[in-house]
């Protein structure tokens, strides 16, 4: 397994951006699937992202496609999350979350998770 640590959350207006980051452990980085989910309060914890261990494949939720991007540097052990044209419907608790093998939008699939950054969009 791999130790992920997330940063990059904060407070952002509506419209605006951030770009989270997840740092890994470990020296089988390169061949995990990444992940992002994300839950709001009082809300179930929800897919937003993934990513294929090489990058060529991407997934995203409807939600923030065409606003948010997911992309990894294999070099640097890390997965990013940049977040565009920020809406107050997208503060929740953001989470990464590692497995081995193919990009998946299950949770149950991931086998590895982060703390969690607080993303907080304001009107």
């Known amino acids: 397994q791999v130790q992920l640590v997330e940063s990059g959350g904060g407070l952002a207006q509506a419209g605006g951006s951030l770009r989270l980051s997840c740092a890994a452990s470990g020296r089988t980085f390169s061949s995990h699937a990444m992940g992002w989910f994300r839950q709001a309060p009082g809300k179930e914890r929800e897919f937003v992202a993934s990513i294929s261990w090489s990058g060529a494949i991407t997934r995203y939720a409807d939600s923030v496609k065409g606003r948010f991007t997911i992309s990894r540097d294999n070099a640097k052990n890390t997965v990013y999350l940049q977040m565009s044209s920020l809406k107050p419907e997208d503060t929740a608790v953001y989470y990464c979350?590692?497995?081995?093998?193919?990009?998946?939008?299950?949770?149950?699939?991931?086998?590895?998770w982060g703390q969690g950054t607080q993303v907080t969009v304001s009107s």
């Open positions: 979350a590692a497995r081995r093998g193919g990009t998946t939008t299950l949770q149950s699939d991931y086998t590895s």
